[in-house]
């Protein structure tokens, strides 16, 4: 909410509000976009795990030293 009442502000700008909610757009948009990678990356541990049949641990972590996945 802050960063909202400053983009309205803009008291300190020398850009229109328009250009100050499409800088905060592209910015907000890119962050996002790196969260969604995080968030992929860590839904693919308890995804290839769904379809691990190892009876062990240590046979699991051999497959994946090998192929990279179980």
Do not use: F
Not at 22 to 45: F, G, P, T, Y
Request: include cysteine; charged fraction near 30%.
């Amino acid at each position: 909410m802050q960063e909202i009442a400053v983009l309205l502000d803009g008291s300190e700008s020398d850009y229109s509000l328009s250009e100050r909610w499409e800088q905060k757009a592209k910015q907000k948009r890119s962050e996002l976009k790196d969260r969604k990678i995080q968030i992929n990356s860590m839904l693919q541990i308890p995804d290839n795990h769904l379809n691990c049949k190892c009876l062990v641990w240590s046979e699991c972590m051999e497959k994946i030293q090998d192929t990279g996945t179980c």
